[in-house]
């Protein structure tokens, strides 16, 4: 396959990825640069099948495509349009509402809203890379325009457990969970999916987190002084996060994905290089992920 792309312009994207073709010839590299195994029957012979971006198993004739179990899977519009969508939401810094995709591309804002909740669900943490060192760990309300405004604990909003991890630097990564109360087990089971049993966990003096320090070794719980001065870092991350939500998606019906969307580029901003192609192959990676399942 071809050189990483560094941050990959707008323009080296189109001479790249000029037809529907390019796109399925680069899926059907990323699909199986480790070696074609058959689906059905585990035989790594394969011959080409309909066309140039399917392969037939040589022994039981499975046919299976390039896009065939991966997010394109059923893609109801053009393969083109569909890598212009991974694009514009892997490149743009704040990311890029459905409305203006369908602007851009010409797609019903519908398809485009359908397509970019796919893209979010491969932005989710693979959880492979546990968060290590200083992390902090706080629970916030995520609410409608008017947050502030109605009191910490009502109605349409929903309460979000968010770390991030600390170096001399700054913030260098962030995760957050949608959970349903601030219990223990909520809380704890978040924690256990992104930090480290040996990080420094800091939390405040909340009751859901004491039992915690058992599974976190160097775990302490400090008492929250008067807006939050000493986790000022978590505050400016909380800030800046609810910033973009009412700025880009005005609402918090999905708000996990959203949260998937957010720290997914939050997490590589030091690291601008190969995003689109890191995205691409979380993309083909990943199981399907249907209409039905997004609106659950
Ligand atoms: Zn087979």
Redesign the pocket.
């Known amino acids: 396959m071809e050189a990483r792309y560094k941050s990959l312009s707008l323009f080296e994207f189109q001479e790249r990825f000029a037809t529907d073709n390019d796109c399925y010839q680069y899926l059907l590299e990323l699909k199986w640069k480790e070696g074609y195994t058959?689906q059905?029957?585990?035989?790594t012979k394969y011959c080409r099948g309909l066309n140039d971006y399917s392969r037939q198993?040589t022994?039981?004739?499975?046919l299976e495509s390039a896009t065939a179990g991966t997010l394109f899977h059923k893609c109801k519009f053009s393969i083109l349009k569909a890598f212009y969508i991974v694009y514009f939401v892997s490149t743009d810094k704040k990311g890029i509402a459905s409305t203006e995709l369908s602007r851009k591309l010409e797609l019903r804002q519908k398809t485009c809203w359908l397509f970019k909740q796919k893209v979010m669900k491969a932005m989710e943490s693979s959880q492979a890379f546990l968060m290590v060192g200083k992390v902090d760990v706080d629970e916030t309300y995520v609410g409608q325009q008017d947050e502030e405004a109605i009191g910490r604990n009502e109605g349409k909003k929903k309460l979000v457990v968010v770390a991030i991890e600390k170096n001399g630097r700054g913030v260098m990564r962030m995760y957050g969970r949608v959970i349903p109360t601030a219990a223990g087990k909520h809380l704890g089971s978040f924690m256990k999916d992104h930090i480290s049993k040996d990080a420094d966990v800091r939390t405040d003096k909340w009751s859901g987190y004491n039992g915690l320090s058992e599974y976190f070794n160097n775990m302490v719980q400090e008492k929250s002084v008067k807006k939050g001065k000493n986790f000022k870092e978590m505050h400016r991350v909380i800030m800046m996060f609810k910033a973009w939500l009412r700025g880009v998606h005005h609402s918090v019906k999905y708000l996990q994905a959203y949260i998937n969307e957010y720290s997914y580029r939050f997490n590589r901003h030091l690291m601008k290089e190969g995003i689109f192609e890191n995205l691409m192959l979380r993309m083909v990676k990943s199981q399907p992920h249907t209409y039905k399942m997004i609106i659950n």
């Open positions: 058959c059905k029957c585990g035989n198993c022994k039981c004739n499975y």
